[in-house]
């Protein structure tokens, strides 16, 4: 159990009023609000707990892949019995990470938990580790991201470097990526590296790369990590010191097996001789798809499946995963993407057909589709609408019905929906 002292009763009482009354205005809403008061009152809350967990904290951070790498990672430890505390992936900055830690505290402010496993906003994390020490970090990649915050990447792989710089014990980094192998040169001694990557064979498989701002010229040899070996749709084989590990991936695409190799990279290190590959491949093949990322669900009597897009990189990677001749696409951009024009080196050809463009940003992406060569059925900005009609189609001749959308599109279709649960 994390600690606490008595000194936070008052403002985690008033964080728990604060959000009784954020519910009681938005069922589902003002999520972030309750930790910006506790931080406020006491703003020595956060790190104190965050350093409190007995089994240490574990960081997930990067620019993709963040939750996905995080659910996966808790669900192998906890198949190994291991009591996790974590952060949904909605709640990755410093306020948000907070409210996580209201949600399970006692009145004193102390958790449960033996392990704390957190993902990370790139950004908010480097100031949120000021101070705080983590056992293990796993950094994921660095890619061209939002260009209103992450305009440089360079400025990525300084902030993801301060994060790496608190890690006591384990650095877990993707060998694929030049720059995160470039933070890892600069660990702490006593600090031991844990490599992965995906083969030759993966990545002659993905003919737009892998997505990231740099890639290895090299491949990771056998037996010097964890390696993706092989993809093919929703199946993939790990490779671990000689062993091939078969494992089910909760959605198609090399960037999903490249997060299990760290999920499963950096539980073996945190494990260490309590790890068992069997077990871990066990955990990764039974959980579902993470929220809106590939993640497919009953709406209405349908199964309809949601692809989230936050940058280039990712909308290429996901939008390249969905299904050659799904028939049905709902394509909706909010108000989160704020120049969408950051979006137009991206290749969306494959879809061919779009039956609505919506969100805040209709206009934008249905010129952005159509010099794709994507035939669109109709654009039609209010969202609401655009899902209902969507929905009101008859059933798809081929495919499955798919929403693809970025953050705030996401967030608005779910409440929607009433789809209001954490990740």
Same mark, same amino acid.
């Given at each position: 159990?994390?600690?606490?002292?008595?000194?936070?009763?008052?403002?985690?009482?008033?964080?728990?009023?604060?959000?009784?009354?954020?519910?009681?205005?938005?069922?589902?809403?003002?999520?972030?609000?309750?930790?910006?008061?506790?931080?406020?009152?006491?703003?020595?809350?956060?790190?104190?707990?965050?350093?409190?967990?007995?089994?240490?904290?574990?960081?997930?951070?990067?620019?993709?892949?963040?939750?996905?790498?995080?659910?996966?990672?808790?669900?192998?430890?906890?198949?190994?019995?291991?009591?996790?505390?974590?952060?949904?992936?909605?709640?990755?900055?410093?306020?948000?990470?907070?409210?996580?830690?209201?949600?399970?505290?006692?009145?004193?402010?102390?958790?449960?938990?033996?392990?704390?496993?957190?993902?990370?906003?790139?950004?908010?994390?480097?100031?949120?580790?000021?101070?705080?020490?983590?056992?293990?970090?796993?950094?994921?990649?660095?890619?061209?991201?939002?260009?209103?915050?992450?305009? *440089?990447?360079?400025? /990525?792989? @300084?902030?993801? !470097? +301060?994060? &790496?710089?608190? #890690?006591?014990?384990?650095?877990? =980094?993707?060998?694929?990526?030049?720059?995160?192998?470039?933070?890892?040169?600069?660990?702490?001694?006593?600090?031991?590296?844990?490599?992965?990557?995906?083969?030759?064979?993966?990545?002659?498989?993905?003919?737009?790369?892998?997505?990231?701002?740099?890639?290895?010229?090299?491949?990771?040899?056998?037996? *010097?990590?964890?390696? /993706?070996? @092989?993809?093919? !749709? +929703?199946? &993939?084989?790990? #490779?671990?010191?000689?062993?091939? =590990?078969?494992?089910?991936?909760?959605?198609?695409?090399?960037?999903?097996?490249?997060?299990?190799?760290?999920?499963?990279?950096?539980?073996?290190?945190?494990?260490?001789?309590?790890?068992?590959?069997?077990?871990?491949?066990?955990?990764?093949?039974?959980?579902?798809?993470?929220?809106?990322?590939?993640?497919?669900?009953?709406?209405?009597?349908?199964?309809?499946?949601?692809?989230?897009?936050?940058?280039?990189?990712?909308?290429?990677?996901?939008?390249?995963?969905?299904?050659?001749?799904?028939?049905?696409?709902?394509?909706?951009?909010?108000?989160?993407?704020?120049?969408?024009?950051?979006?137009?080196?991206?290749?969306?050809?494959?879809?061919?057909?779009?039956?609505?463009?919506?969100?805040?940003?209709?206009?934008?992406?249905?010129?952005?589709?159509?010099?794709?060569?994507?035939?669109?059925?109709?654009?039609?900005?209010?969202?609401?609408?655009?899902?209902?009609?969507?929905?009101?189609?008859?059933?798809?001749?081929?495919?499955?019905?798919?929403?693809?959308?970025?953050?705030?599109?996401?967030?608005?279709?779910?409440?929607?929906?009433?789809?209001?649960?954490?990740?």
């Amino acid at each position: 159990m994390s600690a606490g002292s008595l000194r936070y009763g008052p403002a985690i009482l008033a964080g728990r009023l604060t959000r009784f009354a954020a519910r009681l205005r938005k069922p589902g809403g003002g999520s972030a609000v309750p930790g910006l008061v506790v931080n406020r009152i006491a703003p020595g809350y956060l790190k104190r707990t965050l350093s409190g967990f007995p089994q240490g904290l574990v960081v997930v951070s990067g620019s993709s892949g963040k939750s996905t790498t995080t659910k996966m990672l808790v669900a192998i430890l906890r198949a190994h019995d291991v009591d996790v505390f974590t952060n949904p992936s909605t709640a990755n900055i410093s306020q948000g990470l907070t409210s996580a830690l209201l949600e399970r505290a006692d009145w004193r402010g102390r958790v449960p938990g033996e392990m704390a496993v957190l993902e990370m906003d790139e950004g908010h994390g480097a100031l949120v580790m000021d101070g705080v020490d983590a056992r293990a970090v796993a950094l994921t990649n660095v890619m061209v991201d939002q260009i209103d915050r992450f305009h *440089d990447s360079e400025m /990525v792989v @300084s902030m993801l !470097g +301060r994060i &790496a710089g608190r #890690a006591g014990e384990a650095l877990i =980094v993707n060998a694929d990526d030049a720059n995160i192998l470039r933070i890892a040169d600069g660990v702490a001694p006593g600090v031991a590296v844990h490599p992965l990557g995906v083969s030759q064979g993966v990545l002659d498989g993905a003919p737009r790369g892998l997505g990231y701002s740099a890639t290895t010229a090299d491949r990771l040899a056998d037996g *010097d990590g964890v390696r /993706v070996e @092989s993809v093919d !749709g +929703r199946s &993939a084989v790990l #490779a671990d010191a000689g062993t091939a =590990v078969p494992i089910t991936l909760p959605a198609r695409g090399i960037h999903y097996a490249v997060d299990a190799a760290i999920a499963y990279a950096t539980a073996k290190a945190v494990l260490g001789d309590r790890f068992a590959s069997r077990v871990a491949a066990d955990a990764l093949s039974a959980i579902p798809a993470v929220f809106g990322r590939g993640e497919r669900v009953v709406v209405r009597g349908q199964e309809v499946d949601f692809v989230l897009v936050q940058n280039p990189a990712s909308y290429q990677l996901n939008v390249d995963g969905i299904e050659a001749g799904t028939e049905q696409i709902l394509f909706a951009i909010g108000s989160d993407v704020r120049d969408p024009s950051y979006f137009w080196p991206v290749d969306a050809s494959s879809l061919g057909r779009v039956s609505i463009v919506s969100g805040s940003k209709a206009a934008e992406a249905a010129l952005m589709l159509a010099y794709d060569g994507v035939v669109i059925d109709r654009v039609e900005p209010d969202l609401a609408r655009a899902i209902d009609d969507f929905l009101a189609l008859p059933a798809p001749a081929s495919g499955v019905k798919t929403i693809v959308f970025s953050a705030d599109s996401m967030r608005r279709t779910r409440a929607h929906l009433g789809l209001t649960g954490t990740e």
